[in-house]
């Protein structure tokens, strides 16, 4: 595999704006902790590393990915964040429930996008394995919560 191996995570500081007048919210499930902590590191650590300011972080925790929705959306309307980024971690088990969580908190999270007009940010790891999704939030892939939180800065001044 060519990506055995490589930090799909690195970015250009250079090519990110600059982050310190924006305001960013994270809502974070409860679900599979040591993966879901493990992105909102890499989110918070980026964000910071691109002139975020401490104060203008926000963190809501909801109980598993299928609340990331309704948890974004209600970040959005009470805490008016330049965008927001849902941070969850559904690992395929025996059963139908992994399609069907995946599928609601991805078609809910889009839709937020477009009702809210606030960019909202899928970071929701749909791994076959947990081992998959230790690489994917700070191991050997990289942090998919650092290409979120890059996500959402680029989102944030889109059109600005």
Not at 38 to 47: K, Q, T
Not at 85 to 94: L, R
Not at 135 to 155: F, L, T, V, Y
Request: glycine share 10%; with cysteine.
């Amino acid at each position: 595999m060519a990506t055995e191996n490589k930090n799909l995570s690195a970015y250009d500081k250079s090519t990110i704006p600059n982050a310190a007048q924006l305001r960013f919210g994270i809502v974070v499930s409860e679900w599979n902790p040591t993966i879901t902590e493990g992105l909102y590191s890499g989110a918070v650590e980026a964000l910071l590393d691109c002139g975020a300011q401490v104060g203008n972080i926000i963190r809501w925790n909801v109980p598993g990915s299928f609340e990331l929705v309704l948890g974004s959306q209600r970040m959005i309307e009470t805490q008016k964040p330049d965008a927001v980024i849902a941070i969850g971690s559904v690992i395929q088990g025996e059963t139908k429930h992994f399609d069907f969580v995946c599928s609601a908190a991805a078609q809910g999270i889009k839709d937020v996008n477009l009702k809210t007009g606030v960019p909202t940010i899928f970071c929701v790891l749909t791994d076959n394995t947990m081992q998959q999704a230790i690489d994917r939030s700070g191991g050997k892939h990289g942090n998919k919560g650092a290409e979120a939180a890059i996500a959402a800065i680029k989102m944030a001044v889109l059109g600005k």
